[in-house]
Nanobody, 111 residues
Framework: QVQLVESGGGLVQPGGSLRLSCAAS????????MGWYRRAPGKQRELVAR???????NYADSVKGRFTISRDNAKNTMYLQMNSLKPEDTAVYYC?????WGQGTQVTVSS
């Protein structure tokens, strides 16, 4: 069983940046899919970004060009770099590896 712990969320002003981390309890080497989802208040959970194969990613249209997903297999950690944040990016962000989910981390974009 894989345990996932997200960190890095918080309050940021519009236009700011945050980097989320997802630390896995076991090896994530060559594991797919893995990625980030989010759930905004009153909305359904949606895909943000994910790895679907070696070097193959896909992003939600709303975050393309602003967010970057990456992974460090040696550290068993996945990241989500979020730049040019907008109020509509406010949500709880979850990482997922195969069928496992983290507990989520809150991101609030507000002035």
């Amino acid at each position: 069983q894989v345990q996932l712990v997200e960190s890095g969320g918080g309050l940021v002003q519009p236009g700011g940046s945050l980097r989320l981390s997802c630390a896995a309890s076991g090896s994530i080497f060559s594991i797919y899919p893995m990625g980030w989802y989010r759930r905004a208040p009153g909305k359904q959970r949606e895909l943000v970004a994910r790895f679907i194969g070696s070097g193959i990613t896909n992003y939600a249209d709303s975050v393309k060009g602003r967010f970057t997903i990456s992974r460090d297999n040696a550290k068993n950690t996945m990241y989500l770099q979020m730049n040019s944040l907008k109020p509509e990016d406010t949500a709880v962000y979850y990482c997922t590896v195969e069928a496992y989910w983290g507990q989520g981390t809150q991101v609030t974009v507000s002035s």
